[in-house]
């Protein structure tokens, strides 16, 4: 079945750092590819996704491109603030109906 | 603010008690899943209703059941509980059925504590 590999953490990190976390994925056909983000106290929400191979997401300085040669869609952001600490979590959808599935997670703390 | 609704935040209960976690999908949205979210296991996808029909199942026990209302709430039952049900328990709404580009809008979670 479908599946996500992310890199464990938790991932400490200074102010301005440069910042990869890296997401495998396992799946059937053409999946679409998720990066959400969950703030201490919040639900998750979208970060960004890319719907075919070679598509690079985008949002708030963070960028994932899908790489269907290497089942990858790894999240990179070029210097993180302390306000991008939170939980980041990759995700994929397969063909057809078929909900989310997604990894488990990954913690980013970032020190000033 | 995501639209998505749950209660209740916190719950505390024993072992072998029944909780019933509620959530009010964003207005418009037809398609309701349930995710439990722990330490060890990560975001497991439990169960999606659309329009008040159940179209997917996860790694659901048949101790937890969920449906979802003509007004679109859902609801989802844990009985017999355990102490390893503990964990927090997130609804999310979407548009559609799924399709490739849906996007999932998560409430907030119930953090369930069972003693």
């Known amino acids: 079945g479908n599946s996500v590999t992310q890199m464990e953490g938790p991932v400490t990190l200074s102010e301005e750092a440069f910042l990869t976390i890296n997401c495998t994925y396992t799946a059937t056909g053409y999946p679409s590819l998720f990066w959400y983000v969950q703030y201490p106290g919040e639900g998750l929400q979208l970060l960004l996704k890319a719907t075919k191979a070679d598509d690079k997401g985008s949002n708030k300085g963070f960028e994932a491109t899908y790489r269907k040669e290497t089942t990858s869609f790894h999240l990179e952001k070029g210097s993180v603030q302390v306000s991008d600490s939170a939980v980041y979590f990759c995700?994929?959808?397969?063909?057809?109906?078929?909900?989310?599935?997604f990894g488990k997670g990954t913690r980013l703390s970032v020190i000033a | 603010d995501s639209g998505v609704t749950q209660t209740p935040k916190h719950l505390i209960t024993a072992t072998g008690q029944r909780v019933t976690l509620r959530c009010s999908p964003r207005?418009?949205?037809?398609?309701v899943y349930w995710y439990q979210q722990s330490l060890d296991q990560g975001l497991q996808f439990l169960i999606q209703y659309y329009n008040g029909e159940e179209r997917a199942k996860g790694n659901i026990l048949e101790r937890f059941s969920a449906q979802q209302f003509p007004d679109l709430h859902s609801e989802l039952n844990l009985s017999s509980l355990e102490l390893g049900d503990s964990a927090l328990y997130f609804c999310?709404?979407?548009?559609?059925?799924?399709?490739?580009?849906?996007?999932?809008?998560f409430g907030e979670g119930s953090r369930l504590t069972v003693l």
């Open positions: 999310a709404s979407s548009t559609t059925t799924g399709g490739n580009t849906g996007e999932l809008f």
């Open positions: 207005s418009g949205d037809l398609s």
């Open positions: 995700a994929l959808r397969g063909s057809g109906n078929t909900p989310l599935v």
